[in-house]
């Protein structure tokens, strides 16, 4: 076989080749289509994701707690609209703080150094049974454990005073001993874990420039 044939058959094989690669990467197609046309978002832009925003949702932070669309829930969001810094979550982490830090300093009879942080009706309440106390010659060791639950119960908001309250009940536990005059122990025990239930609400005005909440009212 001559040089020309041989070259011409060299030229054919790389052609069939290149057309077998070009077939296996942009694929065939059957007959006439149509080209495939994209219509242009008009809303789209660069660096835009490729999903919905869903706006006007629950509310996570009120929803978490209390029941979606109840009164409590309304109050909380009107409370959100006055003061855009009010979040629930961390309210509840201070009110967490603040049972301790009241509790203890009633149990202790130090009334003083919670005075920013209740109002005068639970500081007169809370006096009353201190005086008593004293008057007894009466006192307390307590050592607070623990809350081993927390639950947001109620809120209200009043538009005439721009006042919202919110109750919380909280399950504690704590030892406590009450001494009398001559120290002796008449009733609990260091080793003896005392639960108990208080629904403490806390109030606040919202368009105060005032962080604080106070203690307005207690029960059980």
């Not at 197609?29 to 835009?48: I, N, Q, S």
């Not at 009633?106 to 006096?127: K, T």
């Not at 005059?181 to 420039?209: H, L, N, Y």
Request: aromatic share 8%.
């Amino acid at each position: 076989m001559n040089s020309p044939i041989i070259q011409l058959l060299v030229l054919a094989g790389i052609a069939v080749f290149l057309i077998l690669r070009l077939r296996g990467v942009l694929g065939t197609r059957e007959g006439y289509e149509k080209p495939a046309v994209t219509r242009p978002d008009p809303d789209r832009r660069v660096g835009k994701p490729e999903f919905d925003v869903i706006e006007g949702g629950p509310d996570l932070d009120i929803t978490d707690h209390v029941e979606e669309g109840s009164a409590a829930a309304s109050a909380l969001a009107t409370m959100k609209r006055v003061d855009p810094s009010f979040n629930v979550g961390e309210f509840l982490g201070g009110a967490r703080g603040a049972y301790e830090m009241i509790l203890m300093a009633f149990e202790q009879g130090d009334l003083e150094s919670i005075l920013p942080f209740i109002s005068e009706d639970v500081y007169e309440a809370f006096a009353t049974v201190v005086d008593d106390r004293q008057r007894q010659g009466l006192t307390i060791e307590a050592k607070f454990i623990g809350i081993s639950d927390m639950t947001l119960t109620d809120a209200e908001f009043d538009e005439t005073t721009q006042e919202g309250e919110v109750s919380v009940r909280f399950k504690s536990e704590m030892t406590s001993i009450v001494r009398d005059k001559g120290g002796d122990v008449i009733e609990g025990s260091d080793t003896e874990i005392k639960r108990q239930k208080d629904t403490w609400t806390f109030a606040r005005k919202m368009d105060s420039g005032d962080p604080n909440w106070r203690l307005v009212a207690t029960g059980e």
